[in-house]
């Protein structure tokens, strides 16, 4: 006989259901309903929204100016508020009571100049919301965590406010709290787990105590209900997390009785928690089938090298924690996960679906040893192989240089491509080539001895003769091209404007004097750019770049008109005068006789570079770009005379008398 007990304060929490309530008013409105993320982690629910005409999105470009978005009960961080604002997007905000007063907690305790310290997963979209309302918080995912950054000793000395998400494990959260309060001079904690949260974990654990079964029924993406499953399964281990009734697998029919406890997350709806129930009720008074042996025919088989598919449900300081729907959930240590070098745990996304291959199994330990490297490894091999045979190009990154030539990366598969393969120009440094991603050729391909070559090049050339060819067929003078600045000389700048390279010359490059290329443009910088004339025998491309809107002389005609006054500084110095800038571009030479109002053998006797001055306008050929200047006629700069003190004229006269007496 099978006794079945529902947890107090299973289904929905006030605040998802509030969301729910929420979107289903709304959807009924004029106008698509676009909601900001998953509004609830239940497959039906969402399926019977978007039923009714709701659109979920990552991002607010995907709402149109005037639409409507509807924030849902995890929150979001203020900029999010003030881009809708910024767009004309009408927000609906079924924010969580509970999460909205965190938010403004953190957000008056970091105006107050205080260290916020966000308990809970750092990846969760409750968290980020959070994180959004404060400047350079602080996260703290688990009691690890918390214990590493104690002993680096980051907290110490700070002033400290402390909050929790709102799904975090009461007992765990408390911990931490306890953990900070001991270690940090200044704090003040908000715990701001959700009493109904508590409320739930609570009588989950009661109920897991007194159970030979439990069934805790919500999505597996939920944190919430990952956190239910693993307070279960700490008193009854016996536990599965189900989504619905198609998930439970097990059939009852024994003389004993037995307890199954039922627990249900925040996101799950009353009607599926029925659903379970009334599925669980058919096994009452049943006596003929064991329940001992059912329960274990349930059990996923697992073997040594087995591919199987399963659920993240956590991640601790020794991997990956996957369900494989085995007796015991399996470990995938962080070096089995993956290949990549700059993998870190942070990437890993509670309620993601992965492939695992089984390492070991020991079953008298309730061990099951995982790795998704491996697996990858077998994906990736299979898809270079079917592209060699193909001749299929392939997306590449280069990760590293070596003797010979580059390392580059498909997934966990190491692609060499020699220095040849690499590209037709010449290099004499390839860390150039370094993290960027490229169509690769794989042309030699040995499964025995793992040895894969690819070639950059070949898709490459083939692109560039293409481009070139669309190029020269097409080309005009004054067709406007966006390219890239390959190479800069003496002369000017070399841009590959489609497979084919144009020289912008130095004269083209501004309408100021410019001594050398590198003072305009850098290599690699992309630049508008229009064919002055091209030769397609020569196949030459002359370039301009400067632009005749852009030339400060295009007005000067009504801007320096005779007797304009202008301010200019002095820019070179010669014998017959000074050359002053107007404006950048725009010179102008004052003569030495329009200097001083005396005469003046040098122009440097009252000017000097950089000095700026006043002048007037008297002269101008604005066709060959001419303008004469006087200074004398606004504010003449007239040498300075030495006075000589009347003692030293009569000390020069007793001198001159003495010399003279003398003779």
């Known amino acids: 006989?099978?006794?079945?007990?529902?947890?107090?304060?299973?289904?929905?929490?006030?605040?998802?259901?509030?969301?729910?309530?929420?979107?289903?008013?709304?959807?009924?409105?004029?106008?698509?309903?676009?909601?900001?993320?998953?509004?609830?982690?239940?497959?039906?629910?969402?399926?019977?929204?978007?039923?009714?005409?709701?659109?979920?999105?990552?991002?607010?470009?995907?709402i149109p100016a005037g639409g409507r978005v509807l924030i849902r009960a995890h929150g979001t961080g203020k900029a999010f508020y003030e881009k809708c604002n910024d767009v004309g997007i009408t927000v609906v905000d079924a924010t969580c009571p509970s999460v909205a007063k965190i938010h403004k907690i953190v957000e008056r305790e970091s105006l107050d100049q205080r260290t916020i310290v966000i308990i809970g997963d750092s990846a969760h979209p409750?968290?980020?919301?959070?994180?959004?309302?404060?400047?350079?918080?602080?996260?703290?995912?688990?009691?690890?965590?918390a214990e590493k950054i104690v002993s680096e000793g980051t907290l110490s000395k700070l002033n400290v406010s402390v909050v929790t998400q709102t799904t975090m494990d009461a007992k765990e959260a408390d911990k931490i709290i306890a953990l900070l309060k001991d270690n940090v001079e200044d704090i003040k904690v908000f715990n701001t787990v959700c009493h109904a949260t508590r409320l739930r974990q609570e009588a989950a654990q009661k109920l897991a105590k007194e159970s030979d079964v439990m069934l805790v029924i919500g999505s597996k993406k939920s944190s919430n209900t990952q956190k239910l499953a693993k307070i279960c399964k700490d008193f009854c281990k016996t536990t599965y997390l189900v989504e619905n009734v198609s998930d439970i697998q097990l059939t009852?029919?024994?003389?004993?009785?037995?307890?199954?406890?039922?627990?249900?997350?925040?996101?799950?709806?009353?009607?599926?928690?029925k659903e379970v129930t009334s599925y669980m009720d058919q096994f009452n008074n049943v006596n003929e089938m064991n329940f001992a042996e059912e329960l274990e025919k349930s059990f996923v088989t697992l073997t040594n090298g087995q591919i199987v598919k399963g659920t993240v449900i956590g991640k601790d300081d020794q991997g990956v924690i996957v369900n494989v729907g085995f007796k015991s959930d399996g470990i995938v240590s962080y070096h089995e996960f993956s290949d990549d070098p700059n993998f870190t745990p942070d990437q890993v996304e509670l309620g993601a679906e992965v492939e695992v291959k089984v390492l070991r199994v020991i079953d008298s330990e309730g061990v099951v040893v995982l790795s998704k490297k491996r697996v990858?490894?077998?994906?990736?091999?299979?898809a270079v192989e079917e592209a060699y045979n193909s001749e299929t190009p392939i997306q590449a990154t280069v990760t590293e240089t070596v003797n010979g030539g580059v390392i580059?990366?498909?997934?966990?598969?190491?692609?060499?491509?020699?220095?040849?393969?690499?590209?037709?120009?010449?290099?004499?440094?390839?860390?150039?080539?370094?993290?960027?991603?490229?169509?690769?050729?794989?042309?030699?391909?040995?499964?025995?001895?793992?040895?894969?070559?690819?070639s950059i090049k070949?898709?490459?050339?083939?692109?560039?003769?293409?481009?070139?060819?669309?190029?020269?067929?097409?080309?005009?003078?004054?067709?406007?091209?966006?390219?890239?600045?390959?190479?800069?000389?003496?002369?000017?700048?070399?841009?590959d404007i489609g497979g084919v390279d144009g020289l912008v010359h130095l004269s083209e490059m501004s309408w100021q004097r410019v001594r050398h290329a590198s003072d305009v443009l850098k290599v690699g910088q992309e630049v508008s750019v229009f064919v002055k004339d091209f030769n397609?025998?020569?196949?030459?491309?002359?370039l301009g770049y400067r632009r005749a809107e852009d030339n400060p002389w295009a007005d000067a005609e009504n801007k320096y008109a005779i007797g304009t006054v202008v301010t200019a500084t002095v820019m070179r110095i010669v014998p017959f005068?000074?050359?002053?800038?107007?404006?950048?571009?725009?010179?102008?030479?004052?003569?030495?006789?329009?200097?001083?109002?005396?005469?003046?053998?040098?122009?440097?006797d009252v000017l000097s570079v950089g000095m700026v001055v006043e002048a007037k306008v008297i002269e101008a050929d604005f066709e060959a770009k001419k303008i004469n200047l006087s200074i004398k006629e606004v504010a003449p700069i007239d040498p300075v005379v030495e006075e000589v003190e009347e003692n030293d004229v009569v000390d020069a006269d007793n001198e001159a008398a003495e010399t003279i007496i003398e003779i």
């Open 252 to 273: 009852f029919d024994g003389a004993n009785k037995y307890n199954i406890g039922i627990v249900a997350g925040a996101s799950t709806p009353s009607w599926v928690i």
């Open 458 to 495: 070949a898709l490459a050339d083939a692109k560039r003769k293409a481009a070139e060819a669309e190029l020269w067929a097409n080309i005009e003078v004054n067709k406007e091209y966006t390219g890239v600045v390959k190479s800069l000389t003496n002369f000017g700048a070399f841009v």
């Open 577 to 604: 005068g000074a050359f002053v800038e107007i404006v950048p571009g725009v010179d102008g030479l004052v003569h030495i006789s329009q200097i001083s109002s005396v005469r003046i053998s040098k122009a440097e």
């Open 376 to 382: 990858d490894q077998q994906k990736f091999s299979l």
């Open 536 to 542: 397609t025998e020569t196949k030459k491309i002359s």
């Open 126 to 145: 409750e968290v980020i919301g959070i994180a959004g309302w404060c400047s350079n918080p602080i996260h703290v995912d688990n009691m690890a965590h």
């Open 408 to 454: 580059a990366m498909y997934g966990p598969v190491r692609i060499f491509v020699p220095a040849s393969q690499v590209t037709s120009r010449r290099v004499k440094d390839f860390n150039d080539f370094v993290g960027n991603t490229y169509e690769i050729k794989v042309i030699e391909y040995n499964k025995a001895k793992r040895k894969i070559i690819g």
């Open 1 to 62: 006989m099978i006794n079945t007990t529902i947890a107090e304060h299973s289904g929905f929490c006030y605040g998802v259901n509030r969301a729910v309530d929420m979107a289903y008013e709304h959807i009924s409105q004029p106008g698509t309903l676009y909601c900001y993320g998953m509004l609830v982690h239940n497959e039906a629910v969402m399926e019977d929204l978007s039923s009714k005409g709701m659109v979920v999105v990552k991002d607010l470009a995907e």
